[in-house]
């Protein structure tokens, strides 16, 4: 069998695929273009982290080492606690076994981790690629803002209460309880009242319970309450009963 259709065949293949224009990244002397929420690298927020652990533990790799200690905060009125925080020592990730699946940052609820799409930290050793919380913070400022919330959402709960208005003081000190702040007015949010029920909006009792004595030393429904409804009405004073009016 003659060789030449198969070395035309192949010359074919060479001359068409010579004049296609190239897809080979020129990196890394241009940068890739990234899609903006790429996992390149985890950054650490170090001023947000509680060292609540929350994220070692969660970490299906074991890769997120925290050392911490407890301070005493002094207290700052007289007569009052001391109180006790954490203090972060050491915070390092292992990114030779991190499997970028972005457990840590979704347990964390304080915002400290976040992804960022860094992802030029390649090192010669594989020892090299646990990094300390000195390199994970580095990489904070390369974390793109949040995405902008959709149309008509809710407030974020950070923003509402930012922007709320602070409480006032209330009117001649703490003497007056609920109703004199339901009267003054002061503050911008005025106590819930509790308003009985008026008694027409009982239902009728049945015939069976108008039948029989209600002994005074057994308690009576308005004894044991089931619902909210019934509190109300345990404390809304009832009309005699057909054996109290004779
Ligand atoms: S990064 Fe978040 S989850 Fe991890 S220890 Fe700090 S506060 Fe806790
Ligand atoms: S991305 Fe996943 S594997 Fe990597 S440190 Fe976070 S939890 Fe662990």
């Given at each position: 069998m003659s060789p030449l259709p198969g070395i035309l065949k192949g010359l074919v293949t060479t001359a068409r695929t010579a004049l296609r224009p190239s897809h080979t990244a020129e990196y890394p002397d241009v940068a890739p273009t990234l899609p903006p929420r790429s996992r390149g690298v985890i950054a650490l927020l170090e001023e947000n982290c509680?060292?609540?652990m929350l994220c070692a533990r969660e970490c299906p790799d074991w890769c997120i080492y925290i050392d911490s200690h407890k301070e005493t905060i002094p207290a700052t009125t007289p007569g009052g606690r001391d109180r006790q925080r954490n203090v972060l020592d050491r915070f390092a990730i292992d990114f030779s076994l991190c499997m970028y699946c972005g457990i840590c940052i979704e347990v964390c609820p304080f915002d400290a981790l976040h992804w960022s799409p860094q992802f030029e930290y390649a090192e010669v050793d594989i020892r090299d690629l646990l990094h300390e919380k000195d390199r994970l913070a580095g990489w904070m400022p390369t974390v793109p803002p949040p995405p902008a919330l959709d149309?008509?959402?809710?407030?974020p709960a950070e923003v509402a209460a930012a922007n709320k208005p602070p409480r006032a003081a209330p009117a001649g000190g703490a003497a007056g309880g609920a109703g004199a702040g339901a009267a003054g007015g002061s503050g911008p949010r005025m106590p819930r009242t509790v308003r009985p029920r008026p008694a027409t909006a009982r239902p009728p009792a049945t015939p069976a319970d108008a039948g029989v004595p209600t002994d005074a030393g057994v308690p009576t429904d308005?004894?044991?309450?089931?619902d909210a409804g019934a509190v109300a009405d345990a404390e809304t004073p009832k009309p005699p009963a057909d054996g109290d009016a004779s």
């Open positions: 509680t060292s609540c149309d008509r959402a809710a407030e308005a004894g044991a309450p089931t």
